[in-house]
């Protein structure tokens, strides 16, 4: 089965918020990480947090993790039209694994 | 900081036909990554490189793809003969022993007719 695993698809309406999950198997990733990718473009880094962590803000985005049950989310909050992409999940121990992607319409 | 580079950005060629891919990490990075990423899908690691040792290419097929990182600095990725379902987006990826940041390039989009 897979390493990672997102839900493919997330639609809101602009200035919700948007949750977005992630589980992955490998108990011992150190490094958890959100990507975004808009069509045709290459991979940008959002954010990433340590798995001694919990919790990382950075403005918009809060990322949560939760070491027990291998489940990582990034919440957007004020989601904006120009959010709307395919957020990736991807975990790093030593390889770095990525999930199916995640992709995000924001409605007017 | 100049950022990982990739060439070509874009190939077309048959099937049967061989490519080869060409990548150069930021400097002084020690990892450097493979992936395949097919329309739809997430990134799929095919290599992995520290310096110029292999790590991890347990999911490359290696009956058509090989890969090289020359003196630990630039790589190259092949594919021969090539097939249909190779069409997809290569990425190249350079991590630093320090900085956690795995660092991108945009990728070459191989197209098999």
């Known amino acids: 089965g897979e390493d990672v695993e997102q839900s493919l698809f997330l639609s809101v309406r602009e200035g919700d918020s948007s949750v977005i999950n992630c589980t992955y198997t490998?108990?011992?990733?150190?490094?958890l990480y959100w990507y975004k990718q808009e069509p045709g473009a290459g991979l940008q880094l959002l954010t990433y947090i340590f798995s001694n962590m919990d919790m990382k803000q950075d403005q918009r985005l809060t990322v949560l993790l939760n070491k027990k049950d291998k489940h990582l989310s990034l919440r957007i909050a004020d989601t904006q039209t120009g959010d709307s992409a395919i957020y990736f999940c991807?975990?790093?121990?030593?390889?770095?694994?990525f999930g199916a992607g995640t992709r995000l319409t924001v409605k007017p | 900081e100049a950022g990982v580079a990739q060439s070509p950005r874009y190939k077309i060629i048959e099937k049967r036909q061989s490519v080869a891919f060409w990548c150069n990490p930021i400097?002084?990075?020690?990892?450097l990554y493979w992936y395949q990423q097919i329309l739809g899908q997430g990134p799929k690691l095919l290599i992995q490189?520290?310096?110029?040792?292999?790590?991890?290419d347990s999911q490359l097929p290696k009956d058509r793809f090989s890969a090289e990182r020359l003196k630990g600095v630039d790589s190259t990725l092949k594919i021969q003969p090539a097939k249909l379902e190779d069409s997809a987006v290569y990425l190249c990826?350079?991590?630093?022993?320090?900085?956690?940041?795995?660092?991108f390039g945009q990728g070459t989009r191989l197209t098999v007719v």
């Open positions: 990826a350079s991590v630093s022993g320090v900085n956690t940041e795995a660092f």
């Open positions: 490998d108990s011992s990733s150190t490094y």
């Open positions: 490189f520290q310096n110029n040792g292999v790590v991890d």
């Open positions: 991807a975990e790093r121990n030593n390889d770095m694994r």
């Open positions: 400097s002084g990075h020690a990892t």
